[in-house]
């Protein structure tokens, strides 16, 4: 089985990118972040063709999660126990967003994530952020002690940087979210939960990134962030036999600012 996850950056406008992805790189599911769009919006149509079934939660232009499955995708839940909701404004009461989708595809429990941001140090929502995962790390710590033999890969966009390597120039962020030490110990502490990093031992870096911003030609510069993740519970970690970040996806015209990350699963034993 084939897995990967990827931050499209809205997938109206690339669908057909996607597609072509789908069909060059022979992917079972494909999890998807900041699809931008409402359910009713999503272009189901263009992955069924293929032999994909979707499953798909978005409430506006902002964030949006998804599962494109040709293993079969059961079980979908929206949400993981215990997120923490958000409002922007106030007198607004907090609501859910749009931030993870689960399914079991092809016996796999895939989470489809989307971590929120962070903003700023001294904004609120970085710590809607570390709300945010640190309820995921206790959902995920139910998750491996009520059924450890189910593999569960928590995938998507964790806007970290958990390593100094994960970045192109820790000097440049040293005082900007993603790097500070509260939300590497957030990321460190799913991972002490018992979910390991699946990706890293075949793509070491320093140099390895996922992501680039698209102002100051950091793509071409090789100016980037490692940001995206598969962190898979031990059931679906003994199961990897590769994994690489298809850095190609990020050139040419109408690229997402990310890039995708591809893992591959050894069949069950018989």
């Known amino acids: 089985m084939r897995l990967a996850t990827w931050n499209v950056n809205s997938i109206r406008s690339r669908a057909d990118r996607v ?4 069909d060059r790189s022979d992917v079972d599911v494909l999890a998807l972040q900041e699809t931008k769009c409402r359910d009713d919006q999503f272009p189901e149509m263009v992955f069924s063709a293929l032999g994909y ?14 599962i494109l499955s040709r293993v079969g995708i059961d079980d979908v839940e929206v949400g993981f126990p215990g997120m923490p909701s958000w409002s922007a404004k106030d007198g607004v009461a907090p609501a859910p967003e749009a931030r993870a989708l689960g399914a079991t595809c092809g016996g796999v429990r895939v989470w489809s994530l989307y971590v929120p941001n962070g903003r700023t140090l001294a904004d609120p929502h970085l710590q809607y952020k570390l709300d945010w995962l640190a309820a995921l790390r206790t959902a995920g710590a139910g998750w491996l002690a009520d059924a450890p033999d189910i593999p569960v890969a928590l995938v998507g966009d964790w806007n970290i940087a958990p390593e100094d390597d994960d970045v192109w120039d820790m000097a440049v962020f040293a005082h900007s979210t993603h790097v500070s030490p509260p939300e590497r110990a957030a990321f460190r502490a799913v991972v ?37 993740f598969v962190l898979g519970n031990p059931a679906l970690a003994a199961r990897v036999t590769g994994a690489r970040i298809d850095r190609e996806e990020r050139k040419g015209k109408g690229a997402s600012d990310h890039a995708p990350v591809v893992v591959d699963l050894a069949d069950l034993p018989c």
């Open 192 to 228: 002490d939960a018992g979910y390991t990093d699946v990706v890293r031992p075949y793509t070491p870096g320093p140099g390895v990134y996922t992501y680039w911003d698209y102002t100051q030609l950091r793509f071409p510069r090789r100016e980037g962030m490692r940001i995206d």
């Open 19 to 22: 597609a072509a992805f789908l």
């Open 53 to 66: 079934e979707v499953a798909h939660v978005g409430h506006s232009q902002w964030n949006g999660v998804a």
